[in-house]
């Protein structure tokens, strides 16, 4: 089943401890994002990459690190967590960015750091 | 910034009536996509809008893209408690291709 893959779903982590949310997908795409979503706010991309050992700054990119060293797998990285960065995160992936590219997101990922 | 404006933020109605979400902007885009949410869910594509004008179906879901290309539209006609979720617009423009996204439209169709 082509899917994209979040893991953990549900985290509770407190400050300064560094943590990864591992995210995987199976559809051989070349387009990996990261976003974060808060109730009023939407969906903010965090960081995105265009294909292997290619990352780019979304618009929120601050605390947050991500990597790309194979095609299918696009880990985000909070090296010192803060409390303002509780929040949901998807993954989402793409075969290639175009204006018509479809994105395939994860179940998502609720952490909350105390 | 390049905002993408949803309308209403939240909406409740009854089974079985018609309701119009709308996403509204200042700029120009050359795509538009809608994707709904469910709880606990990521959001999933429904629809791509491409042309100015342009008008797709989905069953009892009607998307529309404005003649500029700067706004769209969607109507759900009798309204089922299966469209109760989170309606997320996203446009996409030529010169990055990221998607800018609205914040959406929490919709609740009461039985």
């Known amino acids: 089943e082509a899917q994209v893959t979040q893991n953990p779903r549900y985290l509770i982590t407190v400050t300064g401890k560094k943590l990864t949310v591992t995210c995987s997908q199976n559809?051989?795409?070349?387009?990996m994002s990261w976003y974060r979503q808060d109730p009023g706010l939407g969906l903010r991309q965090i960081y995105y990459?265009?294909?292997?050992?290619?990352?780019d700054k979304g618009d929120v990119p601050e605390g947050y690190k991500v990597s790309r060293k194979e095609k299918r797998n696009f880990p985000l990285i909070l090296e010192s967590p803060s409390p303002n960065q509780t929040s949901l995160y998807f993954c989402?992936?793409?075969?290639?960015?175009?204006?018509?590219?479809?994105?395939?997101f994860g179940e998502g990922s609720r952490l909350t750091v105390l | 910034t390049q905002l993408l404006e949803q309308s209403p933020q939240f909406l409740s109605i009854q089974e079985g009536e018609n309701l119009t979400v709308y996403c509204n902007s200042s700029?120009?885009?050359?795509?538009l996509q809608w994707y709904r949410q469910e709880p606990g869910e990521g959001p999933v594509l429904l629809v791509t809008v491409v042309t100015g004008g342009e008008v797709k179906k989905l069953k009892r879901l009607t998307f529309q893209f404005g003649d500029a290309r700067k706004d769209s539209s969607l109507h759900i006609t009798a309204a089922q408690p299966g469209d109760t979720g989170l309606y997320l617009c996203a446009g996409a423009q030529d010169s990055n291709y990221q998607l800018i996204w609205g914040a959406g439209t929490k919709l609740i169709i009461k039985p």
């Open positions: 559809m051989n795409h070349e387009y």
């Open positions: 989402a992936s793409s075969l290639s960015l175009s204006i018509t590219g479809e994105l395939f």
């Open positions: 990459s265009m294909n292997v050992e290619v990352t």
């Open positions: 700029s120009v885009f050359s795509s």
